[in-house]
């Protein structure tokens, strides 16, 4: 008993030197590490540079999707993309810690271009986790962020009109009259009661394919592992292209277009969020990897559950664990994701079939 408590100490010794080390070993050689939806190659580089420099996993995304925001990737992140119905660029973003499981974000977010910085005044500075519209934008231009700016473009304004020169079409509207043309648009029903008629017809539904793709409705999801093992999350967005007013998509929802948990990993997500969010792929995504599922399965997981209800949806998920292992999956069309960690020269991108 007395040798035993004279080894008890060196036992303590070993176990936390075996602990510290091990910790080191798996820091060096996984983290950091950098994952963003789709090959938006300098956005990944900006995350990198932040977070290879020593700053947190929350910087590393926040300079991420900052720079896709000034960038204005594919005219779907930032100003300048994706008008609405009246012609009108809005932004929608979000910032999540991994640690605290803090978040911040903001939707439907008019003159102001600071999508991903003004989500980090939310998390940092209320205890709300998501502002919305007008009020939105005076908050961000409180704190100082720069505004009111016109967030529209050139580009997006002529897209528009020759949306408008095509009757609006294609749009987001069911059940409406006038069903192939520009609105004040009325509900169906409502038309034939007045009229005294019993009609079903409810006119061709527009496929959801037709209004999804990658020019016309993306998100930029970042994850960043930082050099301690910490975990951030973040997203921007301008939306759906021709969207109606007031709407708001995945992109601001917390375990839609991304989750991260410390403690188990992150998850990021793109594509139709008017039916992504109702599945909340993300937190799935997390939730299946805590049960045991390898990044793949989970992501091929939580895809799946919406496939099955929704089989024309587009969109797709990547995951990481806290290990670093990363995957993807999608459906309804090809996807890639962009990486960078220590063991690479560059960004490198990945492509999932669906």
Same mark, same amino acid.
């Given at each position: 008993?007395?040798t035993?408590n004279?080894l008890?100490p060196?036992?303590m010794f070993?176990?936390?030197?075996?602990?510290v080390?091990?910790h080191?070993?798996?820091?060096?050689?996984?983290?950091? @590490? +950098?994952?963003?939806?789709?090959?938006?190659?300098d956005?990944?580089? /900006?995350?990198? $540079?932040a %977070?290879d420099? !020593?700053?947190?996993a929350?910087?590393?995304?926040?300079?991420?999707?900052?720079a896709?925001?000034?960038?204005?990737?594919?005219?779907t992140?930032?100003?300048?993309?994706?008008?609405?119905?009246?012609?009108?660029?809005?932004?929608?973003? @979000? +910032?999540?810690?991994g640690?605290?499981?803090?978040?911040?974000?903001? /939707?439907?977010m $008019?003159? %102001?271009?600071? !999508?991903?910085r003004?989500?980090?005044?939310?998390?940092?500075?209320?205890?709300?986790?998501?502002?919305?519209?007008e009020?939105?934008?005076?908050?961000?231009?409180?704190m100082g962020l720069?505004?009111?700016?016109?967030?529209?473009?050139?580009?997006?304004?002529?897209?528009?009109s020759?949306?408008?020169e095509?009757s609006?079409?294609?749009?987001?509207?069911k059940?409406?009259?006038?069903?192939?043309?520009c609105?004040?648009?009325?509900?169906r029903?409502?038309?034939?009661?007045?009229?005294?008629?019993?009609?079903?017809?409810?006119?061709?539904?527009?496929?959801?394919?037709?209004?999804?793709?990658?020019h016309?409705h993306?998100?930029?999801?970042?994850a960043?592992?930082d050099?301690?093992g910490h975990?951030?999350?973040?997203?921007?967005?301008?939306?759906?292209?021709f969207?109606?007013?007031g709407r708001?998509g995945?992109?601001?929802?917390?375990?839609?277009?991304?989750?991260?948990?410390?403690?188990?990993?992150?998850c990021?997500?793109?594509?139709?969020?008017?039916?992504?969010?109702?599945?909340l792929?993300?937190?799935?995504v997390?939730?299946?990897?805590?049960?045991?599922?390898?990044?793949k399965i989970?992501?091929?997981?939580?895809?799946?559950?919406?496939?099955?209800?929704?089989?024309?949806?587009?969109?797709?998920?990547?995951a990481?664990?806290?290990?670093?292992v990363?995957?993807g999956a999608?459906h309804?069309?090809?996807?890639?994701y962009?990486?960078?960690?220590?063991?690479?020269n560059?960004?490198?991108?990945?492509?999932?079939?669906?």
């Open positions: 008993m007395a035993k004279l008890l060196y036992v070993l176990t936390l030197l075996h602990l080390l091990g080191e070993a798996v820091k060096s050689s996984q983290y950091p @590490l +950098v994952v963003s939806t789709w090959p938006f190659l956005a990944v580089r /900006a995350g990198w $540079r %977070v420099s !020593g700053l947190s929350v910087d590393a995304v926040v300079e991420g999707c900052s896709c925001e000034e960038l204005r990737c594919d005219g992140v930032g100003p300048g993309g994706s008008p609405d119905e009246n012609g009108e660029t809005t932004i929608d973003a @979000l +910032v999540m810690d640690v605290t499981m803090e978040v911040g974000a903001v /939707a439907a $008019r003159y %102001v271009k600071d !999508g991903i003004a989500a980090r005044l939310v998390m940092e500075h209320t205890k709300h986790t998501l502002l919305v519209g009020q939105a934008s005076a908050f961000a231009i409180s720069p505004g009111p700016t016109n967030l529209s473009s050139s580009e997006s304004i002529a897209k528009w020759k949306w408008k095509n609006c079409q294609p749009n987001f509207w059940n409406v009259v006038p069903a192939n043309g609105g004040p648009y009325h509900p029903d409502s038309l034939d009661l007045i009229e005294g008629t019993c009609s079903k017809d409810m006119g061709t539904v527009e496929p959801r394919s037709s209004l999804v793709g990658l016309s993306d998100t930029i999801a970042m960043a592992i050099n301690m975990i951030a999350v973040g997203t921007s967005t301008n939306g759906a292209t969207k109606i007013p708001v995945d992109g601001p929802i917390t375990g839609s277009s991304a989750y991260a948990d410390d403690e188990i990993g992150a990021g997500a793109t594509g139709d969020g008017d039916i992504m969010m109702r599945f792929p993300c937190y799935q997390v939730e299946s990897m805590r049960l045991g599922m390898e990044p989970a992501a091929k997981d939580a895809i799946s559950r919406i496939a099955r209800k929704f089989p024309d949806f587009v969109g797709a998920v990547f990481i664990n806290k290990n670093g990363h995957a999608c309804g069309w090809t996807f890639q962009s990486v960078r960690s220590p063991e690479m560059d960004v490198e991108v990945f492509t999932v079939q669906p």
